[in-house]
């Protein structure tokens, strides 16, 4: 059983190159998120999936998009990635009202 | 959207003392509060949570309590130990079929030896 997992843990891009962050669960969440994490700013969601088939911007959606591919994968894509897109990624996921699970996360720098 | 505010940024506090933080949340909607510990490179994990249903939940040293009225929430940890010093989230979860799970910007909790 391992929970929540992302693809790749690091990723160093060049200004402009594109890329997917993936992330599959394997408990049978309904709902999926994507955060980034920068220094002092805590966890900002940039897209949420509250169900199979349906997405929403959360508070940073800007320069990102993303795909449910299935109830157990969740994907996040870059198209031309900037340098203000250098964080830390977690995917997460839960079942309505109960604990939320993390990946591990993604360090990526854009150069 | 949902708007979570924690306080304060960064505590610190003496070995044995108690720490407290405190959110507040904007959507009468959200009806799931969890909290969140996040070691140095580490991912996020929970170490207790509240529904909007309970005014208050304990778990050994760690407790929380929820004013729904007031729409704020606070994490109480007695007893502090070293091993308690961490990064710590408070979220909310909207309801209303929404489920955006939002979050604090994090407390950083010192516990000096």
């Known amino acids: 059983n391992a929970g929540v997992t992302q693809t790749p843990k690091f990723q160093v891009l060049k200004t402009g190159q594109s890329m997917t962050l993936q992330c599959a669960q394997d408990?049978?969440?309904?709902?999926m998120y994507w955060y980034r994490q920068d220094p002092g700013m805590g966890l900002r969601l940039i897209y949420y999936?509250?169900?199979?088939?349906?997405?929403d911007k959360g508070e940073v959606p800007n320069g990102y998009n993303v795909s449910r591919l299935n109830k157990r994968e969740f994907s996040l894509r870059l198209e031309s990635a900037a340098p203000s897109q250098t964080s830390v990624y977690f995917c997460?996921?839960?079942?309505?009202?109960?604990?939320?699970?993390f990946g591990q996360g993604t360090r990526l720098t854009v150069v | 959207g949902e708007n979570v505010e924690q306080h304060p940024s960064t505590l610190s506090v003496q070995e044995g003392d108690s720490a407290v933080i405190k959110c507040t949340y904007s959507?009468?909607?959200?009806?799931?509060f969890p909290w969140y510990k996040q070691e140095l490179g580490k991912r996020p994990q929970l170490i207790i949570d509240?529904?909007?249903?309970?005014g208050e939940k304990k778990d050994q040293r760690i407790a929380v309590t929820l004013n729904k009225t007031a729409k704020h929430f606070s994490l109480h940890i007695t007893e502090t130990q070293p091993e308690d010093s961490a990064v710590y989230f408070c979220a909310a979860l909207s309801g209303a079929g929404s489920y955006q799970l939002t979050f604090g910007k994090g407390t950083k909790l010192s516990v000096i030896p």
């Open positions: 997460a996921s839960t079942r309505q009202n109960t604990e939320a699970f």
């Open positions: 959507d009468s909607a959200s009806n799931y």
């Open positions: 999936s509250a169900s199979e088939g349906t997405t």
């Open positions: 509240i529904r909007s249903n309970v």
């Open positions: 408990m049978n969440h309904n709902s």
